[in-house]
Nanobody, 122 residues
Framework: VQLQASGGGLVQAGGSLKLSCAAS????????VGWFRQAPGKEREFVAA????????YYADSVKGRFTFSRDNAKNTVYLQMNSLEPEDTAVYYC????????????????WGQGTLVTVSS
């Protein structure tokens, strides 16, 4: 599975962005997918995850109520709608795919995209 993240950019605080993560491979629909982010000088942290069907989603407390994770397995793509963005959301965002189940730990993911930069100005 190869993942390609896109949709990052520069936005003012309070604005919105929608990230996409497109995957190659016919088995993508069987993978759980997670979004993580990494700010300069910090460790990669969990943002959100979705199970293989899209029926269950999980969020970090810091983004709950502001971010929405969805997937379209017919298009081999997942989406992270980010609303009410804050300067603290500034980071490189990575999508990861896990063969088994979603997890908060990045080490549990088998494949990673290249990352897309989100910058939120105050």
């Amino acid at each position: 599975v190869q993942l390609q993240a896109s949709g990052g950019g520069l936005v003012q605080a309070g604005g919105s962005l929608k990230l996409s993560c497109a995957a190659s491979g016919r088995t993508f629909g069987s993978y759980a997918v997670g979004w993580f982010r990494q700010a300069p000088g910090k460790e990669r942290e969990f943002v959100a995850a979705i199970n293989w069907s899209g029926g269950s989603t999980y969020y970090a407390d810091s983004v709950k109520g502001r971010f929405t994770f969805s997937r379209d397995n017919a298009k081999n793509t997942v989406y992270l709608q980010m609303n009410s963005l804050e300067p603290e959301d500034t980071a490189v965002y990575y999508c990861g795919a896990a063969r088994t189940r979603w997890a908060r730990a990045p080490g549990q993911y088998d494949y990673w995209g290249q990352g897309t930069l989100v910058t939120v100005s105050s």
